[in-house]
């Protein structure tokens, strides 16, 4: 189970190196809200703190 983990973590990684997966950190957003769970993290509502718009936030587990 923990080499699952490692390999899902390296992949994450990989990913985000690759520009396959855009990572933003949460200082950057306001207004957070659960609004969804799943297998594989949580959805979040949030707001652009530069923007008046709302956006989709994946936290991966």
Do not use: C, T
């Not at 957003?29 to 769970?37: M, R, T, Y």
Request: a positive charge; aromatic letters at 20%.
């Amino acid at each position: 189970k923990i080499s699952e983990m490692n390999e899902w973590f390296r992949w994450i990684d990989e990913a985000i190196a690759k520009k396959h997966i855009k990572h933003y950190e949460y200082k950057y957003f306001k207004n957070i809200q659960e609004i969804g769970i799943g297998g594989f993290g949580k959805v979040y509502r949030a707001k652009w703190k530069n923007s008046p718009k709302y956006f989709a936030l994946k936290s991966l587990l």
